[in-house]
């Protein structure tokens, strides 16, 4: 089992920047792969970013690509997602989400993600 905890979220202002981090247990962080996904009120839960095992290989959605950056430390068991612009759009509930199955590439979908923290509010106002 994991144990998936995020922080950093908060209320901020179009443009200003925030970095969410997601700390594991339970499990050899190293051996997952792990994505950020959010959900905003009336909508379904949507892909943001994703990071391979070893943090040599990054994955995004669109909307993010130039102002969101992906990144993990496996000696600290935690990954983090830097938020750069942001942009009222980008309020939602941040989840992180761990992948423990082998893979060659990066998933996009939630339902290939095992493992879920509880979320984290992110709020950027006009």
């Known amino acids: 089992q994991v144990q998936l905890v995020e922080s950093g979220g908060g209320l901020v202002q179009a443009g200003d920047s925030l970095r969410l981090s997601c700390a594991a247990s339970?499990?050899?962080?190293?051996?997952?792969?792990m994505g950020w996904f959010r959900q905003a009120p009336g909508k379904e839960r949507e892909f943001v970013a994703a990071?391979?095992?070893?943090?040599?290989?990054?994955n995004y959605e669109d909307s993010v690509k130039a102002r969101f950056t992906v990144s993990r430390d496996n000696a600290k068991n935690t990954v983090y997602l830097q938020m750069n612009s942001l942009k009222p759009e980008d309020t939602a509930v941040y989840y992180c989400?761990?992948?423990?199955?082998?893979?060659?590439?990066?998933?996009?979908?939630?339902?290939?993600?095992?493992?879920w923290g509880q979320g984290t509010q992110v709020t950027v106002s006009s």
């Open positions: 990071i391979s095992r070893g943090g040599l290989t990054t």
């Open positions: 339970g499990r050899a962080f190293s051996t997952l792969i």
């Open positions: 989400a761990g992948d423990q199955t082998y893979r060659t590439s990066i998933p996009g979908r939630a339902m290939s993600y095992d493992y």
